[in-house]
């Protein structure tokens, strides 16, 4: 199949929603990206500087932060583009690059928590082993492991739908995504069906899984323990659940509203939606880490500190 067939540009349709609201959108998002990126950066500048925050649990924040990173700069420079535009057009690689970003973000973003869950039930369930089970070589390991496969994975979902031939060029969002792609394509589409499912799978159900089972031991360690062994526990482990909450419902709601036909809801709230998964984690996740932790809200208030003084 040619990847040539088809039309060229895509058409984004839900910008035409927002209207007369495009200004005020554009300086609140604009504001928001510029939140998302200097938090996030604070957060990979205070862990790489201070080296008290050389462990695993903190180099694992700083790749939650890098990731934001990449899935913002993946959707906001041509979102804030697009909303001082007319026109909504979007080239056909362009387009296939915007769905590779953000479903590699999204992916990354899970196995990242994955290894998070790790991390933490190791801590709490066998903290004598602790420091010879996390070691730095297997912590990059681990890294090395949740970036590859995701690239790999979504670049394989991505492969099969650029060769399908298109008969349509609406595309019911504000930002590209695979499966309204699919259904704009005139062949049957099972076998893009099933290697979205097993890449769902494998990069969502598996991770969720996984997770949920390492906080199951964590509660059945922490059942037998002091009231003051709880606290700490719930101390050290609430922002990852808070995270990994948030993000669970984020992707839960647009994996099932790409099912649905977003035209028929109404306009703002199906912008308002299908925006949340795209921003929501990345403006929480540096302040639950930044804020919630001791240890990092200790040393980013010391350094603001010492900035105050020079």
């Known amino acids: 199949m040619e990847n040539s067939s088809g039309p060229f540009h895509f058409n984004l349709t839900m910008f035409g929603h927002i209207g007369y609201y495009r200004y005020p959108v554009f300086v609140f998002c604009f504001l928001l990206y510029a939140v998302i990126v200097s938090a996030n950066v604070i957060i990979i500048l205070v862990i790489s500087r201070e ?34 535009h007319e026109t909504h ?83 019911p969002k504000v930002y590209c995504a695979n499966w309204p792609v699919v259904k704009l394509s005139c062949v049957n589409t099972f076998i893009n069906n099933l290697v979205g499912m097993i890449v769902t799978s494998t990069t969502i159900i598996i991770p969720l899984l996984f997770v949920l089972y390492t906080y199951l031991k964590i509660l059945l360690i922490c059942r037998k323990r002091s009231a003051e062994f709880k606290g700490k526990v719930f101390q050290s482990c609430l922002p990852h659940i808070v995270t990994f909450f948030n993000y669970s419902v984020t992707i839960f709601c647009d994996v099932t509203l790409s099912r649905y036909n977003l035209e028929e809801l109404n306009p703002i709230l199906a912008v308002i939606l299908s925006l949340e998964f795209v921003v929501i984690p990345q403006i929480l996740n540096p302040l639950m880490y930044g804020l919630k932790l001791p240890e990092m809200k200790r040393v980013i208030l010391r350094l603001l500190c010492q900035n105050r003084q020079k």
């Not at 050389?54 to 979102?79: D, E, K, T, W």
């Open 89 to 171: 057009l979007i080239s056909r690689p362009g387009c296939f690059s915007q769905i590779y970003v953000i479903y590699t973000y999204a992916s990354y973003e899970f196995t990242v928590l994955s290894m998070m869950a790790y991390d933490r039930y190791v801590a709490v369930c066998k903290p004598l082993h602790y420091h010879s089970t996390m070691t730095s070589k297997m912590v990059s390991k681990l890294s090395l492991f949740a970036w590859i496969y995701p690239a790999f994975s979504i670049g394989t979902v991505i492969f099969f739908s650029i060769r399908l031939p298109m008969c349509g060029s609406k595309i």
């Open 51 to 84: 080296r008290s925050l050389h462990q695993p649990m903190y180099v694992l924040i700083a790749c939650l932060s890098v990731n934001s990173l990449y899935g913002s700069a993946g959707f906001f420079p041509r979102f804030l583009r697009d909303l001082l």
